[in-house]
């Protein structure tokens, strides 16, 4: 998203200072495991939600037992495979 122009900020001029700025205040990048890789190869995908970006972070979500807060309505599909989704009005 930070290089497409998609996150819009004038507070942040580089992706290093996005990434210090997430790191304090505790929020952590997690890498992507065998682990998740075997949920993501099982994950059943919705009808017409063909992003395998957003398949990637649903296997990471329902792995490693971590919300995904989303305005996105395709996710709420996943919830029935363990995904715990919390629906963010915009």
Do not use: W
């Amino acid at each position: 998203m930070y290089k497409s122009g998609d996150f819009k900020t004038s507070k942040y001029k580089t992706p290093t200072e996005v990434f210090d700025a997430l790191n304090s205040i505790g929020i952590e990048i997690k890498p992507i495991t065998e682990k998740h890789l075997r949920c993501y190869s099982e994950l059943e995908t919705a009808k017409g939600h063909k992003d395998p970006n957003d398949h990637i972070i649903i296997a990471q979500a329902i792995s490693d037992k971590i919300p995904i807060i989303s305005s996105d309505n395709k996710f709420k599909e996943y919830v029935g495979q363990g995904l715990n989704f919390v629906f963010n009005r915009r």
